[in-house]
């Protein structure tokens, strides 16, 4: 008998050492009972010491990648990653307006933990104008919501609260605000939606094994969208399944520089 699972697709970049994008976001979705798609943005030369080169097809195979998936696999939830530039996030919003998934994770990615630029200066004003109003949820952590919103990153909860206001007015339906970069002793994330913004505590687990934190995230959200009964339960969720994935990333032996969380800990 057919089991209905949600079907996800991954709209994001390669890492060749298999610790983020798309390789991280298809472990979260497996882990977290999804089946994943994907479309790849970004061919990436890296490891856990950081990115050595990267390779950006051109926004025409973009295309054809999402027009492949959209038209034959029904897509229950999309979470978009790394873009590269502007021609491939306008690709991806031009998709997204075809097709019309019903949920749409953004994952503002720009800058690599070993500070690689993963998004054209150029094209930070493209994905605000182009893709913000689209998605279901958008995840930046300080420095990109900063940086979609032309100022300074905030320096503690409430103007975190007021930035994810500033997001919602560009057209997200909603924000979580993540508070990683926080100088604080726990990691205080934020969901900010039109009815308010709810806190989302989390402990601030004291390992080097973060590799691919804000993709596993986003991704282990758009996972589980469909199926539970709202996006704070999701969220929640969520944060959970990520904090379990670093605590036990240690039992992992990969690389010699930031490795990987534990996508499968409670599993394997």
Not at 26 to 49: D, E, M, W
Not at 228 to 239: G, H, I, M, Q, V
Not at 240 to 248: K, M, Q, S, V, W
Request: hydrophobic letters at 45%; glycine letters at 8%; a negative charge.
């Amino acid at each position: 008998m057919t089991q209905r699972i949600p079907n996800v697709l991954t709209i994001a970049g390669s890492d060749s050492g298999g610790g983020a994008g798309i390789q991280a976001d298809l472990k979260a979705f497996s882990a977290l009972g999804a089946y994943g798609a994907s479309v790849i943005t970004a061919l990436t030369a890296q490891n856990t010491r950081g990115v050595t080169a990267i390779h950006t097809p051109d926004a025409a195979f973009v295309t054809a990648q999402l027009d492949a998936v959209f038209d034959d696999i029904r897509i229950d939830a999309v979470k978009i990653g790394m873009l590269a530039n502007a021609d491939i996030v306008r690709a991806v919003a031009d998709a997204l307006r075809r097709h019309r998934p019903e949920h749409v994770v953004l994952d503002t990615v720009m800058i690599s933990k070993s500070h690689h630029a993963l998004l054209a200066p150029e094209a930070v004003a493209a994905l605000r104008d182009e893709l913000l109003p689209l998605a279901t949820l958008v995840t930046p952590n300080l420095p990109e919501a900063a940086a979609l919103l032309g100022t300074s990153a905030a320096s503690d909860e409430d103007a975190m609260v007021r930035q994810g206001e500033a997001l919602l007015a560009h057209g997200a339906r909603a924000v979580l605000m993540k508070g990683g970069h926080l100088a604080s002793a726990d990691s205080p994330d934020w969901l900010v939606e039109p009815a308010g913004a709810v806190r989302l505590g989390g402990a601030r687990v004291p390992l080097k094994n973060t590799h691919g934190t804000g993709c596993t995230l986003s991704s282990a959200i758009a996972a589980l969208i469909p199926q539970t009964d709202s996006l704070a339960t999701a969220t929640a969720d969520a944060k959970r399944y990520l904090t379990g994935a670093i605590e036990h990333s240690a039992r992992l032996d990969v690389g010699h520089g930031v490795g990987p969380v534990h996508h499968f800990f409670r599993w394997w």
